[in-house]
């Protein structure tokens, strides 16, 4: 029987399950002879499935190269109901069974299948309880002034007090610069080049700059400002006081605003300005209608390998390499592939070509790989030995090291086993990779393609069907890649 062991560890703390002790543990609980292929998440939260060995799992799952899936405790797998019941129902479509030891559960009956569940919704319902109880602590933090957290927002600086952390206004100048400019050039690009020759705590990035206009951070608070961030899914915590906002939770899209206690420098009038010109410009983009765009990040350039990008000249739209026109990195060496693709014909051609292939003619399409696998295999498993070799020799320092002066020791070995893994966890992807796609998905998907006329839809389709689509514009030759 082939059994997958899953282990994973949030975090490198001790007197808490390691690594080694749960394969022990999971390995014992079988009798007989089996063979077992081991998966290790060292360093990742249960919150979500993006780890590396777990994805690798799930994709020889769905090959079916298991008969058993185990894990030391439920929790292993995933602390999220919904994620734990999609991982199941595709446990149970390839027919393995699901085994967790500390609760004793077995999926090969109704009754472990039951309490599977009541058990993933309780492992969810702690989750959920520690983010509420980290989110309040924080919410009472800000209330406080005190900044609750990361880098110091441009235009102030960090002071420590009371052992806790305040933002103390450093550079007012640059802020209302900003906001100014911007209102008067309504032009992000514009405003971030004046800006950028005057101060030197200006974001590199225009899109940084635009964070900055967004910012309630540096408005000062007050109700028309709170209701037009109601307005737009905000949450609003105290009272509105002329102070500025500080904000959490805005990457996981549940943004609040806090009013606090730090100095802002933009009267609610001029922010609101801004923010209703940006709306205005994003609404604009979103309306913007495009026949010639799906291709993009798909279509590859034959020469370097870089993706086609879109061009527009004379009110012509055209495909060109993206190291061609060297738009982000200017230490990139362009392409040699100046060569403009009429951004319909290349499409019009594609879809031509799509809409005649037959089930016969496309399993005759030779697969293509633009990367060397043995290559960069032989590179991964190189530098694999020398980590190994790395580890070893600072455990044998260790040994002739005092308590207090092995912990600067002990965090480099942590840091080098965790760098193993992911060398390991590359190596074995690229071993996967040699097993061959399944080509009926992606005839099925193409079938799909040919169905719709929607851009964004055919292009989510395209990046899923292939790897990418190789364009020889000399030739006129298109290579698929899967």
């Given amino acids: 029987m082939k059994v997958a062991i899953y282990t994973r560890k949030s975090l490198i703390v001790e007197n808490s399950e390691s690594i080694e002790t749960q394969i022990k543990l999971c390995k014992g609980y079988f009798k007989n002879e089996n063979e077992f292929e081991i998966f290790e998440d060292e360093g990742f939260s249960g919150k979500n499935t993006k780890r590396p060995a777990f994805?690798?799992?799930?994709?020889?799952?769905?090959?079916?190269?298991?008969?058993?899936?185990?894990?030391?405790?439920l929790d292993r797998i995933s602390r999220s109901v919904l994620d734990f019941s999609n991982i199941l129902e595709t446990l149970n479509k390839n027919n393995i069974s699901f085994i967790s030891l500390t609760e004793q559960f077995d999926t090969s009956t109704p009754m472990g299948r039951a309490m599977v569940y009541i058990s993933s919704v309780f492992a969810q319902l702690e989750r959920e309880t520690i983010a509420e109880r980290v989110k309040d602590s924080m919410l009472s933090l800000a209330k406080k002034g005190c900044w609750t957290g990361g880098p110091s927002p441009a235009g102030y600086i960090i002071i420590k007090t009371g052992g806790k952390s305040y933002l103390e206004l450093s550079n007012p100048s640059f802020i209302k610069d900003c906001f100014e400019s911007y209102l008067k050039l309504q032009s992000l690009y514009a405003t971030h080049k004046i800006i950028k020759d005057k101060y030197l705590e200006t974001p590199k990035q225009r899109e940084n700059l635009r964070r900055i206009l967004r910012s309630p951070m540096y408005v000062k608070s007050d109700s028309t400002v709170s209701n037009y961030l109601q307005l737009n899914k905000w949450e609003i915590e105290g009272k509105e006081n002329k102070k500025g906002y500080l904000c959490y939770g805005v990457t996981t899209g549940s943004p609040t605003a806090i009013v606090s206690t730090h100095e802002a420098v933009i009267d609610p009038n001029t922010w609101l300005a801004v923010q209703l010109l940006l709306d205005a410009k994003r609404e604009s983009f979103f309306k913007k209608e495009s026949k010639v765009y799906w291709l993009s990040g798909i279509l590859k350039c034959n020469v370097c390998g870089a993706s086609y990008v879109l061009a527009?000249?004379?009110?012509?739209s055209y495909y060109v390499c993206a190291n061609r026109l060297n738009r982000l990195n200017k230490n990139i060496e362009k392409c040699s592939n100046n060569k403009y693709i009429n951004a319909e014909k290349i499409e019009n051609d594609i879809i031509d070509m799509l809409l005649k292939m037959n089930k016969e003619e496309f399993f005759k399409i030779p697969e293509q790989n633009s990367f060397d696998s043995k290559s960069g295999l032989n590179k991964l498993k190189k530098e694999l030995i020398n980590v190994i070799k790395r580890i070893t020799n600072l455990n044998d320092k260790l040994e002739l090291l005092s308590n207090e002066a092995s912990r600067p020791t002990i965090?480099?070995?942590?840091?080098?086993?965790?760098?193993?893994?992911?060398?390991?966890?590359?190596?074995?992807?690229?071993?996967?990779?040699?097993?061959?796609?399944?080509?009926?998905?992606?005839?099925?998907?193409?079938?799909?393609?040919?169905?719709?006329?929607?851009?964004?839809?055919?292009?989510?389709?395209?990046?899923?069907?292939?790897?990418?689509?190789?364009?020889?514009?000399?030739k006129d030759h298109l290579e698929i890649e899967f």
């Fill in 411 to 474: 965090k480099r070995i942590e840091e080098l086993v965790i760098k193993k893994l992911e060398l390991e966890n590359e190596i074995e992807d690229i071993k996967i990779e040699k097993i061959e796609p399944a080509k009926i998905n992606s005839f099925d998907i193409i079938q799909q393609f040919n169905k719709t006329i929607d851009c964004k839809t055919r292009r989510e389709l395209l990046k899923v069907a292939f790897k990418g689509l190789i364009y020889n514009p000399i």
């Fill in 312 to 316: 527009n000249s004379n009110k012509h």
């Fill in 55 to 73: 994805q690798r799992m799930m994709k020889l799952i769905s090959f079916g190269k298991f008969n058993t899936l185990i894990c030391y405790r």
